[in-house]
């Protein structure tokens, strides 16, 4: 089975965690909250993170598109990954759970994988914190920037990304009605309207992805996905995790479900409630 490359990809990442991170310069250790967050959203926009210089984390977290983008997939963190479609970030402070197999459990550990990755960035860490010295956001630190003091600013930063508050109106409370009559409430549910778990859905053929089996090796988890926040990757279309899904009927299809076009109307008017929007307009 296909488990040894990516497991070698979780081993560097709990190694960067307990190692590079872990051995950083603890003089900015007592920067405090705001600045944090300050020099995270620095950081994430800024494109001397990649080899020519031209990619940043907001290159595939486009703010005007929920911290998304509009593209089927991105590429794979490693050749051995497939590609995968990019989730908002909106809420992604609150998750239990990172990436659609759920292989990375906090934001620093999640920073650090394009770093290291055979197709996003391209530039060693060392070489991009070279690149970043001078630059004015750094000059309140009291020293260098270190990879800790880098990765928990992206931290910080990504943790104020809040996600939208749902439109409490009459199309939502037609649509929590329908919502709830046909289960979907089982699996999307509670503030974020997922239950943080990881599903097989029955309409979708198995692919080359292996989903959460990549992680844990149990065949039950095979093909099986986390389920996604609805109130934020319903503002970042195409949907699913290698986003095959193009619109609402394919999701539902997908979910082993065919509804009527009136079904439809109420389930659309729902799901842009609760994402936060009214008369076509996004949050």
Same mark, same amino acid.
């Given at each position: 089975?296909? $488990?040894?490359?990516? $497991?070698?990809?979780? =081993?560097?990442?709990?190694?960067?965690?307990?190692?590079?991170?872990? !051995?950083?310069?603890?003089?900015?250790?007592?920067?405090?909250?705001?600045?944090?967050?300050?020099?995270?959203?620095?950081?994430?926009?800024?494109?001397?993170?990649?080899?020519?210089?031209?990619?940043? =984390?907001?290159?595939?977290?486009?703010?005007?598109?929920?911290?998304?983008?509009?593209?089927?997939?991105?590429?794979?963190?490693?050749?051995?990954?497939?590609?995968?479609?990019?989730?908002?970030? +909106?809420?992604? *402070?609150?998750?239990?759970? +990172?990436?659609?197999?759920? *292989?990375?459990?906090?934001?620093?550990?999640?920073? +650090?994988?394009?770093?290291?990755?055979?197709?996003?960035?391209?530039?060693?860490?060392?070489?991009?914190?070279?690149?970043?010295?001078?630059?004015?956001?750094?000059?309140?630190?009291?020293?260098? $920037?270190?990879?800790?003091?880098?990765?928990?600013?992206?931290?910080?930063?990504?943790?104020?990304?809040?996600?939208?508050?749902?439109?409490?109106?009459?199309?939502?409370?037609?649509? @929590?009605?329908?919502?709830?009559?046909?289960? =979907?409430?089982?699996?999307? !549910?509670? !503030?974020?309207?997922?239950?943080?778990?990881?599903?097989? @859905?029955?309409?979708?053929?198995?692919?080359?992805?292996?989903?959460?089996?990549?992680?844990?090796? @149990?065949?039950?988890?095979?093909?099986?996905?986390?389920?996604?926040? $609805?109130?934020?990757?319903?503002?970042?279309?195409?949907?699913?995790?290698?986003?095959?899904?193009?619109? +609402?009927?394919?999701?539902?299809?997908?979910?082993?479900?065919?509804? !009527?076009?009136?079904?439809?109307?109420? @389930?659309?008017?729902?799901?842009?409630?609760?994402? *936060?929007?009214?008369?076509?307009?996004?949050?």
């Amino acid at each position: 089975m296909p $488990l040894k490359p990516f $497991l070698k990809l979780c =081993c560097l990442v709990c190694f960067l965690s307990s190692c590079a991170l872990g !051995s950083a310069d603890k003089k900015n250790e007592d920067i405090d909250s705001t600045a944090y967050v300050a020099l995270g959203k620095a950081l994430f926009f800024e494109t001397a993170w990649s080899n020519q210089g031209t990619i940043s =984390c907001a290159h595939c977290h486009r703010p005007a598109l929920a911290y998304s983008d509009t593209l089927r997939v991105a590429g794979g963190n490693t050749k051995n990954v497939p590609a995968r479609n990019i989730p908002s970030l +909106l809420g992604v *402070g609150q998750k239990q759970h +990172l990436n659609w197999d759920g *292989g990375v459990h906090t934001l620093e550990e999640q920073a +650090l994988i394009p770093l290291h990755a055979d197709g996003d960035f391209g530039l060693p860490p060392a070489k991009a914190l070279e690149r970043l010295k001078g630059k004015p956001y750094l000059q309140d630190l009291n020293g260098p $920037l270190d990879l800790k003091t880098a990765m928990v600013a992206l931290a910080k930063f990504q943790e104020t990304l809040q996600a939208p508050k749902p439109i409490l109106d009459e199309d939502y409370q037609i649509g @929590l009605e329908w919502f709830q009559q046909n289960q =979907c409430h089982s699996c999307h !549910s509670g !503030s974020g309207w997922t239950d943080g778990k990881f599903h097989r @859905l029955p309409g979708i053929e198995p692919g080359p992805d292996l989903g959460r089996y990549r992680i844990t090796g @149990l065949p039950q988890d095979s093909f099986a996905f986390r389920t996604p926040a $609805l109130n934020t990757s319903w503002l970042s279309p195409p949907f699913l995790h290698d986003g095959q899904a193009q619109n +609402l009927n394919e999701v539902m299809r997908a979910h082993g479900f065919e509804i !009527s076009p009136t079904e439809r109307e109420i @389930l659309q008017r729902f799901l842009q409630r609760i994402a *936060g929007i009214a008369d076509g307009k996004r949050p």
